[in-house]
T-cell receptor, first 111, second 114 residues
Framework: QKEVEQNSGPLSVPEGAIASLNCTYS??????FFWYRQYSGKSPELIMS????GDKEDGRFTAQLNKASQYVSLLIRDSQPSDSATYLC???????????FGTGTQLKVEL | DAGITQSPRHKVTETGTPVTLRCHQT?????MYWYRQDPGHGLRLIHYSYGVKDTDKGEVSDGYSVSRSKTEDFLLTLESATSSQTSVYFC?????????????FGPGTRLLVL
């Protein structure tokens, strides 16, 4: 079992719709959770971080964390073609200094 | 954007030659990391540093060595490059005392080993 799992996609959504990206993790001691966006040929860019159960909103992005079920999700409202990218989920264990990344979900926002 | 640069940005080399990649930061962050990214594998940690001259191995460290003689510089050396080391290499930095472990990435180096 992979430590951090994501559906590779592609996930296709129409422009203006809500895109929902999911991530599950295996280490119950995980403490910090991150979503990175990576455009083709570019480096990962942090878009959201979340540390406690519940929702965290930042503009069109909402991160949701459920530690009991060991999943973290990212919602993108009013999806735009510019949101087309690969989204990486990353998890940090309690007390650790390393991140474990999922393999990413490719999102395609279609006109 | 975090002040992270990587050099070179692109490199083509031959099997068996040594290669050194450089990561330079202007943020004075304590932690620095080297990752490789390959299709189907995502980002995998090669080595990391938690201070000057303090380094440790990641999950894919075989064939790689690192050095950190200054806070701002972290070097990754492929001692004898192989075709399996063809990849995109990313450096990242972190300051655990803030942001709870958030890592910021450099622009990457594309390495082709022929």
């Amino acid at each position: 079992q992979k430590e951090v799992e994501q559906n590779s996609g592609p996930l296709s959504v129409p422009e203006g719709a809500i895109a929902s990206l999911n991530c599950t993790y295996s280490d119950r001691g995980s403490q910090s959770f991150f979503w990175y966006r990576q455009y083709s040929g570019k480096s990962p860019e942090l878009i959201m971080s979340i540390y406690s159960n519940g929702d965290k909103e930042d503009g069109r992005f909402t991160a949701q964390l459920n530690k009991a079920s060991q999943y973290v999700s990212l919602l993108i409202r009013d999806s735009q073609p510019s949101d087309s990218a690969t989204y990486l989920c990353a998890v940090k264990a309690r007390g650790g200094n390393k991140l474990t990344f999922g393999t990413g979900t490719q999102l395609k926002v279609e006109l | 954007d975090a002040g992270i640069t990587q050099s070179p940005r692109h490199k083509v080399t031959e099997t068996g030659t040594p290669v050194t990649l450089r990561c330079h930061q202007t943020e004075n962050h304590r932690y620095m990391y080297w990752y490789r990214q390959d299709p189907g594998h995502g980002l995998r940690l090669i080595h990391y540093s938690y201070g000057v001259k303090d380094t440790d191995k990641g999950e894919v460290s075989d064939g790689y060595s690192v050095s950190r003689s200054k806070t701002e510089d972290f070097l990754l050396t492929l001692e004898s490059a192989t075709s399996s080391q063809t990849s995109v290499y990313f450096c990242a930095i972190s300051e655990l005392s803030s942001g709870r472990g958030t890592q910021y990435f450099g622009p990457g180096t594309r390495l082709l080993v022929l």
